[in-house]
């Protein structure tokens, strides 16, 4: 059964896939502010470039899901994600704690990771409602922005592998 909202519509999986759209903009954008922040933070030039990259991959991404918003025929506004806010808080403790620490890279790139995943988990679920809801315009350019998070992802566990983690093992006190 459909509920009716307090503006007296019906909530419909249109609506859903708007306000996930409105959240996931908020979202990319509140990252594509973070990431020179975690390259600042990163101890390795390798992690710093790797955070730079992303930054780019992001901004590309956020002008494909303006594209979605045209395809509806909406503007592109974002809604507060509270999701993304605690993972970036939870980054930024992260920066702050362990600042010149040699854990700092390997915890980067936990927090980054968090991040990939949530986007992953969104873009995931935007793509199956818009094959849903008919919206075939839309779904090559969610794939493109999937795809890239997902090769992100791939990256930052191979970072993490080969220096950040063994670096910040470190010797116990």
Known sequence: MFRRTKHGRYQT???????????????????????????????????????????????????????VFELLGKPARGKTCEAIQGIIAEGEEIMEEFKGSPALDAGLISSAQAVEHYEIARYGTLIEWANQLGLKDAVPLLQQNLAEEEATDKKLTQLAKASANPKGKGKAA
Request: zero cysteines.
């Open 13 to 67: 999986l249109d609506d859903l896939f708007l306000d996930t759209l409105n959240d996931f903009y908020f979202a990319e954008k509140q990252i594509l502010k973070a990431l020179p922040k975690m390259a600042r933070a990163a101890d390795s030039e390798e992690g710093k470039a790797g955070f730079l990259q992303h930054r780019d991959e992001t901004q590309g991404q956020i002008e494909r899901l303006e594209q």
